[in-house]
């Protein structure tokens, strides 16, 4: 019998919530058309019990009221249904061309193209005689010699896109065929913001995932590092961004929470900007990162408490957790449901890992378990990785496609004490 019902239970929410994925007009219509109906209904058993019977106007506030909430649900969802399907389509516009299972280079013709270059040859008199003389020694019609040259001119471009396009294929069909694996049907883009900077955004279906991972190269002679070079009020990734002209940057720690006289409690760690300490406060709980000056990258993970500034020690940042450690996924809190902001290097410090989660929000992310998280960064090459602040303050400002490219978990984006980004010097 309990299992009836909850099946009756489920069966009603999914039905609601298909009757919600109608029209607003529709919708509204409907719930018109159920007040009117609710209200002849209360006013016929209004007219046959006297007494203690609801006055007309009380009927008319409680139909009034429950009209303005279905109303208010109505929108609320159809809102955020809105705002979802923005949030798809700038996800999908912020790179090119996408590696999924049955993308690749499509050497299928198309007729349209076909049909640009045979104009292309018919403007072009020479060309065209040329063609006209192939079809006479040829026997064969016009149309024929054109259709040939065409597709020999198409296939050229075919050949050419291939050999443009050969080094990014080569290096993501790998990786992407490790995240199908892992999480099933997935979606992997990329985009370059520099010499040495990539972009990834990272889709899983479902559960649905929204990330993006900046793999920075360290060796690459222009780039600098960026750290928030004082402790002060809390204020946003982007605008420390923009101080700075990054090209890519993400959030520090936020403390304790959101307000700006949080503090930072028990969430504090080294803070190490070009050789000066803004904080030196690492324990046995805190992680971090460290950075000599010719940016070659140490981790440091959360059982070492090194407090002394050393060369190797030229910038540092701190994080939360380890989640991964010489190239071991600790497996810690699997599974989906919160946003995140990880960082991490390679075992020879030349490379650095930037990725962001967008979580708490379905219809568009679900968000990663820390283990998932470390996964995908396993995938990309990292050996020792560790998650910062997240949440509400997960960010990832990337300059080149106009700010905050993620959606933060609160609606908007949040303060906070520390940030991290790179530039070109």
């Known amino acids: 019998m309990g299992d009836q019902f909850n099946y009756l239970i489920d069966n009603l929410i999914a039905a609601c919530w298909r009757l919600l994925e109608l029209p607003l007009f529709v919708l509204i219509s409907c719930l018109i058309l159920l007040f009117l109906f609710i209200w002849k209904l209360l006013a016929h058993f209004q007219n046959k019990h006297s007494g203690k019977a609801l006055s007309a106007r009380q009927i008319a506030f409680m139909l009034v009221g429950f009209f303005l909430i279905g109303l208010a649900i109505i929108i609320d969802h159809k809102i955020v249904e809105t705002l979802n399907e923005v949030r798809e389509a700038r996800s999908n516009n912020i790179f090119g061309s ?21 104009d292309q040859i018919r403007r072009d008199s020479s060309w065209f005689e040329l063609v006209r003389q192939k079809a006479e020694s040829g ?24 050999r443009e396009r050969v080094i990014i294929y080569d290096t993501l069909l790998p990786v992407f065929s490790k995240l199908e694996k892992l999480f099933g049907e997935v979606k992997l883009k990329r985009h370059s913001l520099s010499e ?18 900046s793999v920075i190269d360290l060796s690459t002679s222009n780039l600098e590092i960026n ?3 004082q402790l002060r009020e809390k204020y946003l990734t982007s605008e420390f961004s923009e101080a700075n002209g990054c090209l890519v940057a993400i959030n520090g720690e936020a403390g304790q929470g959101p307000g700006l006289g949080s503090g930072f409690g028990a969430w504090i760690g080294n803070w190490i900007v070009n050789g000066s300490a803004i904080l030196l406060k ?13 940016k070659k990258a140490s981790y440091y993970q959360e059982s070492v408490v090194d407090t002394v500034l050393t060369e190797e020690k030229y910038n540092a ?5 380890d989640i991964m450690i010489n190239g071991k996924n600790l497996n810690r809190e699997p599974g ?23 979580g708490r929000q379905p219809g568009y992310s679900m968000g990663l378990g820390l283990k998932e998280a470390a996964n995908i960064l396993e995938i990309f090459g ?44």
Not at 196 to 213: A, S
Not at 317 to 321: A, E, L, M, Q, Y
């Open 336 to 358: 989906f449901g919160q946003p995140r902001t990880i960082m991490g290097i390679n075992e020879p410090g030349n490379k650095l890992y930037l990725l962001v989660i967008d």
């Open 317 to 321: 940042i701190w994080g939360r957790f």
């Open 139 to 162: 026997n064969i019609d016009l149309e024929q010699a054109l259709s040939a040259d065409a597709k020999y001119i198409y296939r050229l471009e075919l050949e050419r896109a291939a």
């Open 282 to 294: 690492d324990n046995a709980d805190r992680p971090f990162i460290a950075f000599d000056r010719k």
């Open 196 to 213: 040495g900077v990539d972009l990834y955004m990272i889709k899983i279906e479902d559960p649905l995932v929204h990330g993006f991972l």
């Open 98 to 118: 996408d590696i999924s299972q049955n993308d690749g280079l499509n050497d299928s013709i198309d007729q349209r193209r076909l049909e640009e270059i045979k």
């Open 227 to 229: 750290i928030t070079e």
């Open 382 to 425: 990292a050996s020792d990785a560790m998650a910062c602040d997240q949440g509400g303050s997960s960010c990832m400002y990337v300059k080149s496609l106009g700010g905050i490219i993620n959606q933060p978990a609160d609606g908007i984006e949040r303060l906070t004490y520390s940030h991290f980004g790179i530039s070109v010097e």
